[in-house]
């Protein structure tokens, strides 16, 4: 599994793989700094699980959204924060992916 979260208009960036774990935990050594402008950008966060096939695409588990203001806000109450990841269908709605991320972030 890995992720790409990107703020803004800023490239995203990807974490490293965590194989064959359906529970991945990064470590506090990987980590990425993001420029914020405004409490209204957005957080895009992308889940993926890696397949080892040259031919095979990764299969994607899900997507969020949040604003930097909404992220401030959980961030008052704890110092981690979980996401409930969505995946848009076939028909055009949008439903749970069953999967979620917890992230922990530092604001300097």
């Known amino acids: 599994v890995y992720l790409n979260i990107s703020l803004g208009s800023q490239a995203p960036w990807k974490t490293s793989t965590v194989p064959d774990n ?9 980590s990425h700094d993001f ?3 405004s409490k209204e950008q957005l957080i895009f966060i ?9 031919l095979d695409k990764d299969d994607f588990l899900g997507e969020a959204c949040v604003t930097v ?9 704890e110092k981690t924060f979980e996401l409930e990841l969505f995946r848009k269908e076939k028909k ?13 972030l530092d604001l300097y």
Do not use: H
Not at 22 to 30: A, F, K, M, V
Not at 46 to 54: R, W
Not at 69 to 77: D, G, H, I, N, Q
């Open 92 to 104: 055009g709605s949008i439903k749970s992916s069953g999967c979620y991320v917890t992230l922990s």
């Open 22 to 30: 359906l529970n991945p935990t990064w470590g506090e050594d990987e």
């Open 35 to 37: 420029l914020v402008c």
């Open 69 to 77: 203001a909404e992220v401030l806000l959980m961030r008052s109450k």
């Open 46 to 54: 992308e889940a993926y699980d890696e397949d080892s096939g040259s």
